[in-house]
């Protein structure tokens, strides 16, 4: 999808041109771009023999999304539960902790 936003609107050739190397195969990424459109992430339109995507949700939406599922299906619905995994992991740290509870305050006045 970040590929997708960028370019605004692509095919799967276009979306392998930029991709690192190693690419992946064109079938492999064309499946992706199948399942995106089955979950309503991109549209797609035909023109010649070629099928052109264009984002169908914003960033902001597809990061919410994305987010809780994987914080319900990794950290049993708790946000609670993933920050203390980070933390843990000291990949979060105290300062980083505590400018998101000010930001989290700022936001609830």
């Not at 399942?35 to 339109?45: D, F």
């Not at 319900?72 to 000291?90: G, L, P, Q, W």
Request: with cysteine.
């Amino acid at each position: 999808m970040q590929r997708v936003w960028h370019l605004g609107s692509c095919s799967v050739k276009d979306v392998l041109s930029v991709l690192p190397k190693p690419q992946p195969p064109y079938t492999t990424l064309a499946s992706v771009f199948t399942n995106l459109k089955r979950k309503g992430y991109v549209s797609m339109e035909r023109q010649g023999t070629a099928y052109i995507y264009q984002p169908a949700i914003k960033a902001a939406d597809y990061k919410r999304n994305f987010m809780t599922g994987f914080v319900h299906d990794y950290f049993r619905n708790s946000f609670r539960e993933m920050v203390t995994f980070f933390a843990k992991e000291d990949k979060i740290s105290p300062e980083d902790l505590k400018d998101i509870i000010a930001e989290i305050e700022k936001g609830q006045e």
